[in-house]
């Protein structure tokens, strides 16, 4: 099979359609007409990855993160996003995102949490205009208190500590939650009716803001979007039995916890 037939087949899942404006899905770098020796499944490219991919016999690399998401003026090795390029260039090795994209599929990132979270009657939190795709999801668990819905998010996604705000003896019954950077749904989770919202990158104010009205939990980015490398795996490996899928054993949180 082609690069580009992979491709095909994530973007049926995550039409790139679905970015958001700022976005920057699809190839990054490479000939996508080559044919694929294997994929290299990761949530940011690097030079570690790169090398990797190299070892693992795979000329593509997978990732949810662009690794072109602003504008590159010159490609040398004096930056890293020019190092990897060269790099990818010079090893034949084809890179290639899936983004908002991802984000905003139906079962994607956001559907992905509320299934590890083991969330039922789950609806899209900020539906796009076909009522099915869209941002962040909300569902219902069985009454519980917002301690354990720490327990659950630590133990669900790998995480060493979170950070939050609420009542830990609090009943939770809708919970409301976003992939990465999510704070901009806050209010969307309030207005659903969520006792608790799950997202990354919250701010102190954002914190402050939504105190009196709902308890926010914040994961932490790298960590509520792994699961897309099980995405991207269950899609490829269900639509192309025979090719090389490798979950990245080099792609690393670059923030330490203590």
């Not at 997978?62 to 890293?80: C, D, N, R, Y």
Request: net charge negative; charged share 20%.
């Amino acid at each position: 099979m082609t690069i580009c037939s992979v491709i095909h087949a994530i973007e049926e899942f995550a039409p790139r359609a679905l970015q958001e404006s700022y976005d920057n899905a699809g190839l990054q770098a490479g000939d996508a007409t080559n044919s694929c020796s294997g994929a290299l499944l990761t949530l940011d490219i690097t030079e570690q990855t790169v090398r990797e991919a190299e070892e693992c016999g795979c000329n593509l690399i997978i990732s949810h993160h662009p690794l072109l998401f602003k504008g590159v003026k010159t490609i040398s090795p004096a930056t890293p996003v020019g190092r990897i390029l060269m790099e990818a260039i010079r090893r034949n090795i084809t890179l290639y995102s899936a983004h908002t994209n991802l984000d905003n599929a139906h079962g994607g990132v956001s559907h992905r949490m509320a299934q590890k979270l083991g969330l039922t009657d789950v609806t899209v939190l900020q539906p796009q205009a076909d009522g099915i795709s869209g941002s962040g999801c909300v569902g219902r668990v069985m009454p519980t208190t917002l301690a354990d819905m720490i327990k659950r998010v630590k133990e669900a996604f790998g995480c060493q500590a979170v950070r939050y705000c609420g009542n830990e003896e609090a009943v939770v019954e809708k919970v409301a939650l976003c992939g990465g950077s999510g704070a901009f749904l806050i209010e969307e989770a309030v207005a659903a009716g969520a006792q608790l919202y799950i997202t990354g990158d919250v701010k102190y104010h954002d914190f402050t803001g939504f105190a009196h009205q709902i308890a926010v939990i914040d994961a932490g980015h790298y960590e509520t979007e792994q699961c897309v490398k099980e995405i991207f795996s269950s899609l490829l490996v269900q639509r192309f039995p025979d090719l090389k899928v490798v979950i990245s054993a080099t792609d690393k949180n670059v923030i330490k916890y203590k």
